[in-house]
């Protein structure tokens, strides 16, 4: 309650756009206060997604400077704002997803805030939430996919990836997955993907083909942009779907549209945010997810723990390939 929130806390806040030499770690930022419809809570783990490096390099524009970084995290509701707080109350263990996450507390929007049901052991919740919810909402509504699909995921044993791999096969698709090492190629196999094609060495396009019988992939999963949009279009199917949700390799330049016609392709450039607008829409996804959580359908694979005051360790880890599964922050170190 009230009296056990300190006036201060860590966590880390830029002030200007760069390398991960911008990041500062700080001791003495003021604790936030719930406004109205949000929640104070106290972040016992934080999320790291690659959209907290765009918005470190200036990728993404910062609402304002100094900025928190930061876009998810699991704790504890420790003080209610006024307003709709959809029955969330002092006390509950919340995954959020708000701004402002690297730090011990942050002023949660309620709306976007879901108690953690019992049974969820702690971090795998917020490792499961953005990354989880991107890979559901992806399958469902950017690209509905129904069993026998052939679907090619990027990055398959990142966080996003392996959550892609893992849904895909429990939708009953014929998953072909890239990755860079064979590492990352094993982990992914075992997550679920029937092919995997290791893209530092083979060729991608040659065997989607092989694999496909030259028909190609109705749905293509590129978090990857830049350096993979080409290779993409070129293992699409006819009516195929090219869904771009990422640029962890740059974004990917203007496209004329009339490329598509070559296959009457669909692109799209989705976002979570997009498909968890609405509370209903949030609430529907967040219960579909923690259904897999529960089943334990989903191996949950936590690459590391960085303390918060090493988030510079964990965006060059992220960046640098050197990741498989997802990276969280504990805020109390
Ligand atoms: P990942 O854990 O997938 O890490 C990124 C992976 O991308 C790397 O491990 C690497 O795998 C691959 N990669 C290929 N080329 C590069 C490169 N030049 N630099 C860095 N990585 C590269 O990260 P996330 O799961 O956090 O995010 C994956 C993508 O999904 C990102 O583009 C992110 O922005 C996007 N995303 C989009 C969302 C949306 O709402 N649209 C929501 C969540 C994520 P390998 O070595 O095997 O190539």
Redesign the pocket.
């Known amino acids: 309650t009230m009296a056990s929130v300190p006036s201060t806390m860590k966590g880390v806040v830029i002030n200007k756009n760069g390398g991960t030499e911008v990041l500062e770690y700080k001791t003495d930022l003021p604790v936030p206060k719930p406004g109205n419809g949000q929640l104070l809570v106290h972040n016992d783990y934080v999320g790291v997604?690659?959209?907290d490096t765009?918005f470190r390099t200036g990728l993404y524009p910062a609402p304002q400077m100094p900025y928190t970084l930061g876009r998810e995290a699991e704790g504890t509701v420790v003080q209610n704002g006024s307003g709709e707080q959809y029955g969330l109350k002092e006390g509950d263990r919340v995954l959020i997803m708000n701004e402002s996450t690297y730090a011990e507390y942050t002023a949660a929007n309620a709306v976007k805030a879901v108690k953690i049901p019992d049974g969820i052991e702690k971090k795998v919740g917020v490792a499961a939430f953005?990354?989880g919810l991107?890979a559901l909402t992806l399958i469902r509504e950017a690209h509905h996919v129904k069993k026998g699909d052939w679907v090619l995921v990027h990055?398959a044993?990142?966080?996003?990836?392996l959550w892609l791999v893992g849904l895909l096969k429990a939708v009953g698709a014929n998953v072909i997955g890239?990755?860079?090492?064979q590492e990352?190629v094993d982990l992914a196999s075992k997550a679920g993907a029937g092919h995997m094609i290791n893209?530092s060495h083979e060729d991608v396009k040659a065997k989607v083909m092989e694999l496909t019988k030259d028909a190609g992939c109705i749905a293509i999963f590129d978090?990857?942009?830049k350096?993979t949009f080409d290779l993409s279009m070129d293992c699409l199917a006819r009516k195929g779907s090219m869904v771009s949700?990422?640029?962890?390799?740059g974004a990917v330049p203007p496209v004329p549209i009339a490329r598509l016609s070559a296959k009457n392709a669909r692109l799209m450039r989705?976002?979570?945010?997009g498909y968890i607008a609405t509370r209903e829409e949030f609430e529907h996804y967040t219960n579909e997810l923690f259904g897999f959580l529960k089943d334990g359908k989903i191996d949950v694979k936590i690459h590391k723990t960085y303390p918060l005051s090493d988030a510079g360790r964990a965006h060059n880890d992220?960046?640098g390939?050197k990741?498989t599964g997802k990276l969280l922050l504990d805020p109390s170190k």
């Open positions: 997604n690659f959209i765009y953005l990354q991107t990055a044993a990142g966080g996003t990836g890239t990755a860079s090492t990352k893209y978090g990857v942009g350096s949700f990422g640029n962890a390799s989705p976002t979570l945010f992220l960046e390939r990741t």
